[in-house]
């Protein structure tokens, strides 16, 4: 079968050889990793900031894509990296492109759940982070908004996310997420997790009750 041509006249072949990819600006792929530990209360694996920007400040274990690595890869080996976690199941839950998100340019993310397990006490801090530690999490609903509390002994971190939801073409809802107020959690991870936290009210994993 002959090859299709373009109206200049190339083949698939000739077009990507001369393809030039400066064309468009590329932004930054990074992986976030929610890891929960349910049981009488819900915990999530934090880790603290050893560099700038956010220095000091709470984050979700993750960092940025290599060449040639798919961003589930990303995900898996910055977990390990960050907390010694590895093997864990993982779910994909949502993606993050809000400009002015990260203050060190165009960065994209894709966050991933997993449940921890009996494996909570393998968490150990890699040589990325300052530490990683289990926070308590709760969450109350504040009309249209969600308010997030984590708490470890003396530290206490919080974020307020408002939450707008309309039927989604798949029955599942089509939410509208806002970050409104953050402390103490680096980015707009508090988005990350008012996100995860909404995905497993829907699942029946947590309840969310009304404030």
């Given at each position: 079968?002959?090859?299709?041509?373009?109206?200049?006249?190339?083949?698939?072949?000739?077009?990507?050889?001369?393809?030039?990819?400066?064309?468009?600006?590329?932004?930054?792929?990074?992986?976030?990793?929610?890891?929960?530990?349910?049981?009488?209360?819900?915990?999530?694996?934090?880790?603290?900031?050893?560099?700038?920007?956010?220095?000091?400040?709470?984050?979700?274990?993750?960092?940025?894509?290599?060449?040639?690595?798919?961003?589930?890869?990303?995900?898996?080996?910055?977990?390990?990296?960050?907390?010694?976690?590895?093997?864990?199941?993982?779910?994909?839950?949502?993606?993050?492109?809000?400009?002015?998100?990260?203050?060190?340019?165009?960065?994209?993310?894709?966050?991933?759940?997993?449940?921890?397990?009996?494996?909570?006490?393998?968490?150990?801090?890699?040589?990325?982070?300052?530490?990683?530690?289990?926070?308590?999490?709760?969450?109350?609903?504040?009309?249209?908004?969600?308010?997030?509390?984590?708490?470890?002994?003396?530290?206490?971190?919080?974020?307020?996310?408002?939450?707008?939801?309309?039927?989604?073409?798949?029955?599942?809802?089509?939410?509208?997420?806002?970050?409104?107020?953050?402390?103490?959690?680096a980015f707009d991870h508090g988005l990350v997790i008012a996100d995860a936290l909404l995905r497993l009210a829907d699942g029946g994993k947590i309840r969310i009750d009304e404030a």
């Amino acid at each position: 079968m002959e090859a299709l041509r373009d109206e200049k006249g190339r083949t698939e072949e000739e077009f990507l050889l001369a393809y030039d990819d400066s064309r468009y600006p590329h932004p930054s792929l990074t992986a976030d990793n929610l890891i929960f530990s349910f049981g009488e209360t819900t915990e999530l694996l934090l880790i603290r900031r050893k560099g700038h920007p956010y220095l000091g400040f709470r984050a979700l274990p993750g960092g940025f894509a290599e060449p040639g690595e798919s961003v589930e890869e990303t995900a898996a080996r910055e977990l390990a990296e960050e907390t010694g976690l590895c093997g864990l199941e993982s779910e994909s839950a949502g993606f993050f492109s809000a400009p002015g998100r990260d203050p060190r340019g165009w960065v994209v993310t894709r966050s991933f759940m997993a449940d921890v397990g009996s494996r909570k006490e393998e968490v150990r801090a890699g040589d990325d982070a300052k530490d990683a530690r289990w926070f308590r999490l709760t969450a109350l609903r504040e009309k249209n908004a969600l308010r997030i509390s984590l708490t470890d002994g003396g530290e206490k971190l919080s974020a307020l996310v408002r939450a707008e939801e309309e039927p989604g073409v798949s029955g599942r809802p089509n939410r509208r997420l806002k970050l409104l107020e953050s402390r103490g959690l680096a980015f707009d991870h508090g988005l990350v997790i008012a996100d995860a936290l909404l995905r497993l009210a829907d699942g029946g994993k947590i309840r969310i009750d009304e404030a």
